[in-house]
């Protein structure tokens, strides 16, 4: 079983035996871990809101075109889903946030996105609608019973891959092929 420690900056790689609407071949960004439980976020699954809605829902006015071509905000997670979660690299002064690690923060604030429609946010971004959350022991017991597959998180697959190939990049530093994976699963 993976120490209390080590899950916060990885990923979850759901196993082919999840296959529910959310967390079926996920990748899940586990942001804390501790002894009260995790909170990740979703990071490959697109939903059909764009940070253009965001900012009209939120009465943001945007001066930065920029936005336009980002991709969509993505599907974080079934807890708290009219929760924004803004995940960056580098610092934001004016902005209350986590830093998860060294360079990568975490924010809920409605002023990351003010400062993001203005063009004075980060450059590499991750909104996300809603989270992922276990309850004390429960990621663990589903990692013991291989319901994921854990890998240490990279700025790299987080903010420069695209998100149909988080997948497949986050196996391959495992050395897996995602296409050859069963959905039955045993012990020896």
């Not at 900056?9 to 071949?25: S, V």
């Not at 830093?99 to 996105?113: A, D």
């Not at 992922?132 to 790299?156: C, K, P, Y």
């Amino acid at each position: 079983m993976e120490s209390i420690n080590n899950l916060k900056h990885h990923f979850l790689l759901a196993m082919p035996q999840i296959n529910d609407q959310y967390f079926g071949q996920s990748v899940c960004y586990i942001f804390d871990h501790s002894e009260r439980g995790s909170i990740g976020l979703i990071i490959n699954k697109p939903s059909d809101v764009n940070l253009a809605d965001i900012f009209s829902e939120l009465a943001i006015r945007s001066s930065n075109r920029n936005h336009l071509i980002k991709p969509a905000i993505l599907q974080g997670g079934p807890v708290s889903l009219e929760q924004g979660f803004v995940l960056y690299n580098g610092a934001s002064n004016n902005v209350k946030n986590t830093e998860i690690v060294p360079g990568i923060r975490l924010s809920t604030s409605k002023e990351i996105l003010v400062n993001i429609a203005h063009g004075i946010g980060p450059d590499n971004v991750l909104v996300c609608l809603g989270c992922a959350s276990w309850e004390a022991g429960q990621l663990e017991a589903e990692i013991t019973n291989n319901a994921w597959l854990t890998v240490e998180a990279d700025e790299t697959l987080l903010f420069h891959t695209p998100v149909e190939d988080i997948a497949k990049q986050a196996a391959n530093k495992l050395g897996i092929d995602l296409s050859l994976l069963s959905s039955l699963s045993g012990r020896a």
